[in-house]
């Protein structure tokens, strides 16, 4: 007599959705842009690096630029956690982790970013996905 198969458990999913298998992972890559300055006769633009963090769980983007003191510009939150689209007002269609990689310039809301460098974890989930950083 063969012995019996064990019943099959259903609320264990075989497949994990991304909101459960990416709970809490986040990568971030560090970018600046330029921003154009018109008040001054020293200086023409300046260079402002930011933090671009991108959520696997929701493929929501967040960026932020670190505040420096009595600076005089407005600095912290750039864009609130959200989906980015790649082209405004098509939903439809929005940034993913497969868009993002080093030395590239990306388009958020008419604002060119420059991506230059990413934080180790993100280094280890491109080589993980098989997918080449530049």
Known sequence: ???????ENDSI????????????QVLRYYA???????E???ENYRIRPVYIYYY???ETIYITEKKIENSGIPQGVFLKRQKV?????DLS??????????AININIY????????????????YNYMDCALN
């Open 40 to 42: 001054s006769r020293l």
């Open 13 to 24: 999913p075989r497949v994990q959705p991304p909101w459960l298998k990416y709970d809490r």
């Open 32 to 38: 600046y842009f330029q921003e154009h300055v018109v």
């Open 93 to 102: 269609d929005h940034y993913t982790w497969q868009d993002l990689n080093i």
């Open 110 to 125: 008419e604002r060119i970013f420059r991506i230059y460098d990413c934080d180790a974890f993100t280094k280890e989930f």
């Open 56 to 58: 696997l769980a929701d």
């Open 1 to 7: 007599m063969k012995g019996r198969n064990a019943p």
């Open 85 to 89: 689209p790649k082209v405004i007002g």
